[in-house]
């Protein structure tokens, strides 16, 4: 079964600190994505990466950046902590290119951000 | 820029009854995919079926199947026989067949099953 984990499940952190949410998959996936999700907003790419070192801007990239060090592992950085930052946090994985049933992305448990 | 439409934020029918989620979505390309992801209470979001835009058949997976209009950008999810476990968020997303290979999501239904 293809795993995707994150750090942490509950996080509270202040207004001005430094976060860094942690993602890692075990299926030797290229592409990983960080989306947030809020209530009637749905889900909202933030940055993804289709290789190590590689990122790309998603739809909503201010207040954050992101690092690949090795293909299994994606982090996202909050720089500086602000309540409107409070959000679940979502990781995911798919396989490059990937068509035919080979083309889902599978999530992680998500990290319930609150920032106060 | 794709766009996902979800129009029914919240829905709810009884245990055993047949349910029909909406989706719409705005694209200009002719090949790409489109998803339903299932997101239970507390739990992890799970790809619930999947439709490829060039196959004109709709997809079935057990007692979910799809409704794919593709000329009128409508992508509905039927579940039949509902079961207290399909109490969950369901989310409509597009996939483009062309460039980077992210998802864009509706809003989401929040389906709730009643005993």
């Known amino acids: 079964d293809v795993k995707v984990t994150q750090s942490s499940r509950y996080l509270v952190k202040r207004t001005g600190e430094k976060v860094f949410l942690e993602c890692v998959q075990d299926?030797?996936?290229?592409?990983m994505f960080w989306y947030r999700q809020d209530p009637g907003l749905g889900l909202r790419l933030i940055y993804f990466?289709?290789?190590?070192?590689?990122?790309e801007k998603g739809d909503i990239p201010e207040g954050y950046s992101v690092s690949r060090e090795k293909k299994e592992r994606f982090s996202l950085i909050l720089e500086s902590a602000s309540t409107n930052q409070t959000s679940m946090y979502l990781c995911a994985s798919s396989f490059l290119g990937g068509s035919g049933g080979f083309d889902e992305q599978y999530f992680g448990p998500g990290t319930r951000l609150t920032v106060t | 820029a794709q766009t996902v439409t979800q129009s029914q934020p919240e829905m709810s029918v009884q245990e055993a009854e047949t349910v029909t989620l909406s989706c719409t979505y705005d694209?200009?390309?002719?090949?790409?995919?489109l998803f339903w992801y299932k997101q239970p209470p507390s739990r992890q979001m799970i790809l619930v079926i999947r439709q490829e835009a060039y196959k004109q058949q709709n997809a079935t997976e057990n007692r979910f199947s799809v409704n794919f209009q593709k000329a009128a950008k409508s992508f509905s999810l039927k579940i039949s026989d509902s079961q207290l476990g399909d109490t969950a968020m369901y989310f409509c997303?597009?996939?483009?067949?062309?460039?980077?290979?992210?998802?864009?999501f509706g809003t989401g239904t929040r389906l709730t099953i009643i005993p």
């Open positions: 997303a597009f996939r483009s067949n062309f460039g980077n290979e992210k998802l864009t």
């Open positions: 299926m030797d996936h290229e592409n």
């Open positions: 694209t200009s390309e002719n090949n790409y995919y």
């Open positions: 990466s289709y290789d190590v070192k590689m990122k």
